[in-house]
């Protein structure tokens, strides 16, 4: 089977590999021709555009870069508010946190991506950033509030035939020889269609030479099931290691599930409690002593898992023989569980 994997991985890198056009083409980073900066006190304003001049039918990107100490709180201006609706409009835009950089200093950097609306020209209005600080001394006192503004940038926006040259149209081109461009894509594809169809053929035949497995039920007592975990169990050794807690656990997981086998009653899942409710269900192949001792015996567990008694080793071997008596008292030779398909008679312990 690996051989047929290796031959599909190549198939399908062939066909990938056959279109000459799907390449991955990795972003640039955007350079910008206009930069200018604007500086008050604590504020550093640069404003970048990444043209001055562009065509309607393009995009126009406009970035605007602030450091200040990281002690003032900055409020940046509406960048709606400085452009004309009729001239340029926002199509998207980036405006994380601030970032910290070196003198304690903090960066916005914003960058909108505008699209021009009308040939003509476009003016990107005054910006007032205001600033102050973030934590006054005194609490009644109110932080001086700056400010700084910027000043106007005009932008040309033209026609598509504004910007184009005579120099710009190129011949038409000769007859393209249609049979040599597709030649060796053609070959590429004809070797992948190859290759699977020999996959194909190494499939039939793997299927053809397997046989069907036939799942075979394996039956056990549920009584016979609960004798060998139990059995198990004391092989374990736990009582003499001292581990009566996991002694316990699997002591009581293993007559639950006998119960669940036993009586089609879901004991694993329940609580003691849960249990002993549901248990009127099976009071008539129950009798009273029956349900005292599994009543006793599960509210004894249930007290050494949690911590609330901390019995010695020859109550531990009293419980397994009280297991042991209910078990024989109530053992049924027409419960019979499937062992190969059932959690509970496989890992009970």
Request: charged share 25%.
């Amino acid at each position: 089977m690996k051989k047929i994997y290796m031959l599909l991985m190549i198939c399908c890198l062939l066909i990938v590999g056959c279109d000459e056009n799907n390449t991955n083409k990795i972003p640039t980073e955007t350079k910008y021709e206009f930069q200018k900066q604007f500086s008050k006190d604590d504020l550093d304003i640069t404003i970048y555009l990444e043209k001055t001049s562009v065509s309607v039918t393009d995009t126009l990107k406009l970035k605007i870069q602030a450091t200040i100490p990281e002690k003032f709180n900055l409020t940046f201006p509406e960048i709606n508010d400085a452009l004309d609706e009729y001239e340029l409009d926002i199509i998207s835009e980036d405006t994380p946190g601030p970032r910290l950089g070196n003198n304690s200093n903090k960066t916005y950097t914003y960058i909108y991506t505008l699209e021009p609306i009308l040939e003509g020209s476009a003016t990107i209005k005054p910006m007032e950033f205001s600033w102050q600080l973030a934590v006054v001394d005194d609490i009644t006192a109110t932080a001086k509030v700056y400010t700084l503004s910027t000043e106007a940038i005009e932008i040309t926006i033209t026609t598509p035939l504004e910007n184009a040259n005579a120099d710009d149209i190129a011949d038409i081109k000769g007859v393209v020889d249609l049979k040599t461009k597709f030649k060796l894509q053609w070959f590429h594809y004809a070797i992948a269609i190859g290759l699977l169809f020999i996959i194909l053929l190494l499939i039939l035949r793997t299927r053809k030479g397997e046989k069907a497995i036939i799942y075979k039920p394996v039956y056990k007592t549920a009584h016979a099931i609960a004798y060998d975990q139990l059995a198990q169990l004391e092989a374990r050794g736990l009582i003499n290691e001292g581990k009566l807690k996991e002694f316990y656990e699997s002591l009581s997981y293993i007559l639950r599930w006998y119960i669940e086998y036993r009586f089609k009653l879901r004991a694993p899942e329940m609580t003691t409690e849960e249990f002993l409710r549901e248990a009127v269900d099976i009071a008539n192949e129950l009798n009273n002593n029956h349900t005292d001792r599994l009543k006793d015996f599960l509210v004894h567990c249930d007290m050494v898992k949690f911590a609330r008694y901390q019995p010695d080793a020859s109550e531990a071997d009293k419980s397994v023989l009280l297991a042991k008596t209910f078990i024989d008292s109530t053992a049924n030779d027409e419960c019979l569980v499937d062992i190969g398909m059932n959690k509970g008679a496989k890992d009970a312990i």
